[in-house]
């Protein structure tokens, strides 16, 4: 049996070997992966592998990415407990959002509840069912912290989707969305999710927790590049939704051009209507096939970890942290400020001595990942002090 040194010596070697994939590491203590992330060194090489085909064999090499891609759908529905016929490949998350959007059945009087801070992407679509007869109730937030049970107050018998961010992009909230599956179900309504800021480095499984709808881009915590993400829908849902973006790859005769019969495929591919971003997909797969060899669980305790020693060590420095840090709540942002002082000079400064943070809504932003350390943590303080002096 294994003793306390041994795993610990195991976990430690695979900091490193996570840290030796990512070759931002030689120049910048990277702390903005709830912005844009950069690429792990396997989804670098699957790119670079994808464009030397393509110039060389053309299209011929369509049926080895097609392949690949297929992979992809499968590891994406590995990640959250779902079966491979609920996910579809998308864009972004706003448009996955949307899917749910503008296919849920509406009528005039419906409502849909979301939260005020949100993200635009999960605030616009809503919004923009106003023109047919669908209010968007938008609760307020205390710095992030949702409050159920005014949340619940807002939901009545005309609401049909629940909409929230898994993790609070301004704030580093996490939410509860088994307590939130539940809550929008006793109404009768649907539970979307935005999970781009949790997808990938926290624990979700969809067998246990009955969201009804979930959509992320892979290019923060996934660490693939922007342009490919995924959605999930939930099987008893698939025709519920009015299908958007209906093309030749929708229907289950997808490569028999001369039948014109609108017979969809019976799962969640039946959204991917045109062809794919076959480069992005690739890279996203290998960034994904590197996360999934360390896991969900681990990447969290150990992003946990790293957010941890940063309060503690900005606390010292006279920072106010504004994140929830509770167990419950915590995620792997942290925001703060230094009261009095410039915030958006300070983070420019910051990047002048190569430290990556972000400015949202008048404060300061580290999203640090599995592969950041101390001794990024002591480069982001050091900056700091210097910005302080």
């Not at 053309?58 to 392949?67: L, R, V």
């Not at 990556?356 to 002591?378: A, K, M, Q, T």
Request: net charge negative.
């Amino acid at each position: 049996m294994p003793s306390s040194h041994d795993n610990t010596c195991q976990n430690a070697a695979t900091w490193i070997r996570f840290r030796d994939q990512m070759p931002v590491v030689q120049k910048w203590a990277y702390f903005d992966h709830a912005a844009v992330a950069p690429l792990p060194r396997s989804a670098r090489d699957a790119l670079v592998d994808w464009s030397q085909v393509a110039c060389k064999e053309g299209d011929t090499a369509w049926p080895q990415w097609n392949s690949q891609v297929g992979g992809l759908r499968n590891l994406a529905a590995g990640l959250i407990g779902a079966h491979a016929e609920e996910i579809a490949l998308i864009h972004n998350t706003t448009e996955g959002i949307s899917l749910v959007a503008e296919g849920f059945p509406w009528q005039e009087g419906d409502n849909v509840v979301t939260l005020a801070d949100e993200f635009p992407s999960n605030q616009y679509p809503w919004i923009n069912l106003a023109t047919r007869g669908v209010e968007t109730r938008r609760i307020p937030t205390e710095r992030g912290k949702v409050d159920l049970e005014q949340f619940a107050a807002a939901c009545d018998r005309k609401t049909r989707v629940v909409s929230v961010s898994w993790v609070g992009y301004s704030s580093g909230w996490r939410n509860d969305l088994c307590r939130l599956a539940d809550l929008a179900h006793r109404r009768g309504a649907l539970l979307m999710v935005d999970a781009i800021q949790g997808l990938g480095v926290l624990p979700l499984d969809v067998r246990q927790t009955p969201i009804d709808f979930l959509a992320a881009d892979g290019h923060k915590w996934l660490l693939g590049p922007e342009g490919a993400g995924v959605f999930f829908i939930r099987r008893e849902h698939l025709d519920r939704l009015r299908p958007l973006g209906v093309g030749w790859n929708s229907v289950v005769h997808s490569h028999d051009f001369s039948r014109i019969e609108l017979v969809l495929k019976p799962s969640a591919e039946r959204y991917e209507g045109g062809s794919q971003n076959m480069a992005g997909m690739i890279a996203l797969r290998a960034s994904m096939e590197l996360l999934a060899t360390i896991g969900a669980e681990a990447l969290s305790r150990r992003i946990f970890e790293i957010t941890d020693l940063a309060c503690e060590r900005l606390q010292g420095l006279g920072a106010v942290i504004h994140s929830d840090r509770s167990p419950e709540h915590k995620s792997g942002i942290v925001v703060f400020d230094f009261p009095g002082r410039d915030l958006q000079a300070i983070r420019q400064q910051c990047l002048e001595r190569g430290v990556v943070l972000s400015f949202r809504g008048g404060l300061l932003r580290i999203s640090p990942h599995g592969y950041n350390n101390s001794e990024d943590i002591e480069r982001l303080v050091d900056a700091l002090e210097l910005n302080h002096a």
